[in-house]
């Protein structure tokens, strides 16, 4: 009952919403470090504007999203589009699907690689593990997946937290010189702080794949929890950023590492030991199963309300897990008969256009119906 309440109270208005979120963002490319690479670190010294531009923005659309799914009442993405895009909702389907298929095709092919190199086990044993896990979380649905990430999340920072105080004790001086010195010579152009806040801003979109893990906003009843739990959000899924990006700074502008395909598995493998690397593949395996569940379980609660609208029975327990499962087992099937390569390339499409189906019609229609049903009176004085 207590742990029940605890879910219910403060921490499942407040927090939960972005634990959830941060679990689908941070994939394979997020926790190798790569994606912190391309997306801050290679500015060197002024990186640091993309990674707060970062934050600002998943805040914001956090909040946003939040604060249009409490009025309107729209907990599963189809829901909530709807309410931006009305009838061109379906193209944000279509993104959405083919993004998250990408996006766990790409991220199963590196975490296979990872974990057979960290651990030593097999891929397809690794494979199989992972599958067997997203598919127990779809059976029992979103009060296991919610305790499930609540307690993976704990034990992902942990690491990250660990492995920074690893590498930054050992690099402190050299992360300090960089900023001091206003290192940016790993760049091919001048960095300029637009072009650092435009990157911050791609980055962004690009990861738009987060925002309908909505399951956890049905506690939400008040513009204060939407607007707080928004800022939690943000800072939960800015917060590893920050530690991998100083980090990073240790070693800039080192190519080694900064044109790594895992740049943490080598920074990690020059000041730590085989056991800090086998944890390291460990947190890296979990984020695929984070980031996985949170993905399909969206398309299965967006199904299950769609099937109530129809008045059909929505799926059982049982379907829910098969489902969760083969589009896992297609997404890892993409991955190796070669087919990354080519939808790795279409990516940046992809991201593109889920800023044109979901982050324009959300900056515009969604602030006007947001501010709509209370134009008349003051702003925040129902929060």
């Not at 659309?61 to 061109?88: C, G, H, N």
């Not at 990516?347 to 982050?359: D, E, H, P, Q, T």
């Amino acid at each position: 009952m207590k742990l029940n309440s605890f879910f219910e109270g403060w921490f499942g208005r407040y927090v939960l919403p972005g634990i959830i979120m941060q679990s689908v963002l941070i994939g394979g490319g997020y926790a190798t470090g790569r994606e912190i690479v391309e997306y801050g670190a290679k500015f060197g010294a002024m990186g640091w504007i993309a990674g707060l531009t970062t934050f600002l923005g998943f805040a914001f659309l956090s909040f946003l999203t939040f604060e249009l799914a409490r009025i309107y009442k729209a907990y599963d993405y189809r829901s909530l589009v709807k309410q931006v895009a009305w009838k061109m909702w379906f193209l944000y389907e279509i993104v959405y699907v083919l993004l998250g298929l990408i996006v766990i095709a790409v991220m199963a092919s590196a975490t296979g690689e990872i974990v057979q190199q960290t651990l030593g086990l097999n891929y397809w044993t690794g494979v199989f593990s992972i599958t067997v896990v997203v598919g127990v979380l779809n059976f029992y649905g979103r009060h296991l997946i919610e305790r499930f990430k609540t307690f993976g999340t704990a034990a992902l920072y942990s690491g990250y937290i660990f492995f920074s105080l690893i590498v930054l004790s050992d690099r402190w001086k050299e992360m300090v010189a960089t900023l001091s010195k206003g290192d940016t010579s790993f760049s091919t152009e001048p960095v300029t702080a637009g072009m650092a806040i435009t990157v911050g801003i791609v980055y962004v979109g690009y990861n738009l794949v987060f925002a309908p893990a909505l399951f956890t906003l049905r506690r939400q009843s008040t513009r204060r929890e939407t607007f707080w739990s928004g800022m939690i959000a943000g800072f939960l899924m800015t917060f590893p950023w920050f530690l991998t990006y100083f980090c990073l700074m240790g070693f800039y502008p080192d190519p080694k590492v900064l044109e790594a395909t895992v740049p943490w598995l080598v920074m990690l493998e020059a000041v730590g030991g085989s056991a800090i690397i086998t944890l390291f593949g460990v947190v890296v395996g979990w984020t695929l199963i984070e980031t996985a569940t949170g993905i399909i379980h969206a398309i299965i609660e967006r199904l299950h309300v769609h099937a109530k609208e129809l008045g059909r029975k929505p799926m059982t327990h049982t379907q829910d897990a098969l489902f969760a499962t083969a589009m896992l087992v297609i997404s890892v099937g993409l991955a190796r008969i070669g087919i990354v390569d080519l939808i790795a390339k279409g990516y940046a499409a992809m991201a593109y256009g889920m800023i044109l189906v979901y982050i324009i019609p959300l900056l515009t229609v969604g602030i006007y119906r947001i501010l709509r049903p209370e134009w008349k009176k003051e702003f925040w004085r129902r929060a």
